[in-house]
């Protein structure tokens, strides 16, 4: 196979898609590599699991909306969408603000991460699986995360900067998460994924001026495979009902949506540049997106945090400036840096635990699973 010739944007299978990017990544930067290797509380990990467990799920029970589902995805109606077209603008990388640069460079390489991240727990799914649904699903999910991946590291090269994927495969740390903690976290990010770009999408699409980078025009199509992703895990979810009805597993969901919502909302702020010049205030932002994501996840969780509650923003004010002020303690260092990151770790742990308490909005679920992306 002639991988140069030809684009990630057209392969139809991950491997394809991996195939084309190991060629590329010759040219491809440490610099990058090495922000992507990180692994803190903040940065995107990658995840192993149970994949025998995770391979016996049966989906008989929604078996019609998943043909449905799988149908379209089989159509591949994004295939050949990620690539640059005459509507990719020239960007002066040169001339660019250096911290809106570096904050806008940091965002992109964990966005790549991230992407990269669904792409290699997926792939190994459709790799190790038996079940022929799970492993059609799985080769549906890591072929569009490839692309996605491969599109973003498309603009990082312009940059001078890209990801080594599959260095980043080989080495990367692997975190284990059980199968049920698998369905919560992905199932989430793959809608407050979602969220995030259309959201994005929208506002630019209102405010065109502040689009200082042509791959928010991909977001559109883009955040429709994030939403058939969601949909998947939602389906999964609900051919296995225990999943989402027993009280220890409420109390999981209700500890990811916690620790989701407020990794994301401690990670936008701190990119303020890159916000300020999207024309975006963060907390506006990040409001949105979870009103959205909890909108959604109606269809899939029984309980949902309850934003407007003011201990909710009061909290994630308060572990934002917890990890702001460990950061300052640790590059201070010494003595009196270790006080300052038992002390903000203190904090952080007190601000996670009173929007973790906060009482919960219940709901029946309903009826029918199926949800269209029309946010
Ligand atoms: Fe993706
Ligand atoms: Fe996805």
């Known amino acids: 196979m002639n991988v140069q010739a030809r684009h990630t944007a057209d392969a139809t299978t991950v491997e394809e898609g991996l195939a084309i990017q190991q060629e590329q990544a010759k040219f491809d930067s440490e610099a990058a590599t090495a922000i992507a290797m990180q692994n803190t509380l903040l940065t995107p990990r990658f995840y192993t699991t149970d994949f025998e467990e995770l391979d016996a799920l049966d989906v008989m029970p929604v078996r019609a909306d998943w043909d449905k589902l799988?149908?379209?995805?089989?159509?591949?109606?994004?295939?050949?969408?990620?690539?640059?077209?005459?509507?990719?603008?020239?960007?002066?990388?040169?001339?660019?603000?250096?911290?809106?640069?570096?904050?806008?460079?940091?965002?992109?390489?964990?966005?790549?991460?991230?992407?990269?991240?669904g792409c290699v727990l997926y792939k190994e799914m459709?790799?190790?699986?038996?079940?022929?649904?799970?492993?059609?699903?799985?080769?549906?999910?890591?072929?569009?995360?490839?692309?996605?991946?491969?599109?973003?590291?498309?603009?990082?090269?312009?940059?001078?900067?890209?990801?080594?994927?599959?260095?980043?495969?080989?080495?990367?740390?692997?975190?284990?998460?059980?199968?049920?903690?698998?369905?919560?976290?992905?199932?989430?990010?793959e809608k407050i994924g979602y969220a995030r770009y259309i959201t994005i999408f929208r506002h630019l699409e209102a405010n065109p001026e502040h689009r200082f980078h042509p791959i928010f025009k991909w977001f559109k199509e883009w955040c429709n495979d994030e939403f058939s992703h969601g949909e998947a895990f939602a389906l999964l979810m609900r051919a296995n009902p225990e999943l989402v009805e027993t009280r220890t597993n409420k109390l999981w969901i209700r500890f990811f949506l916690t620790a989701v919502y407020m990794t994301m909302w401690v990670r936008d702020h701190a990119r303020p540049r890159f916000h300020e010049a999207l024309g975006v205030d963060i907390e506006w932002y990040d409001l949105e997106v979870f009103r959205k994501t909890s909108t959604i996840a109606r269809q899939v969780f029984p309980v949902e945090l309850d934003i407007d509650n003011p201990r909710f923003v009061a909290g994630c004010r308060r572990l934002e400036r917890a990890m702001r002020d460990m950061d300052a303690a640790r590059a201070k260092g010494g003595l009196g840096g270790l006080w300052g990151r038992i002390s903000g770790g203190t904090r952080a742990a007190l601000a996670f635990a009173s929007v973790y308490t906060m009482p919960v909005k219940r709901q029946e679920l309903p009826e029918s699973v199926r949800l269209e992306p029309v946010y």
């Open 126 to 189: 459709k790799r190790r699986g038996t079940n022929p649904d799970i492993k059609e699903l799985f080769s549906y999910m890591s072929r569009d995360e490839a692309r996605h991946a491969g599109f973003i590291n498309d603009a990082l090269r312009e940059a001078g900067v890209a990801v080594n994927l599959g260095f980043l495969t080989r080495e990367k740390k692997y975190t284990y998460f059980r199968p049920k903690f698998i369905y919560y976290a992905t199932y989430l990010s």
């Open 70 to 117: 799988m149908e379209r995805m089989r159509a591949d109606p994004n295939k050949g969408h990620f690539r640059k077209t005459e509507d990719w603008d020239q960007i002066d990388w040169e001339g660019m603000d250096p911290e809106l640069k570096a904050e806008f460079l940091d965002f992109l390489i964990s966005s790549c991460t991230a992407e990269f991240s």
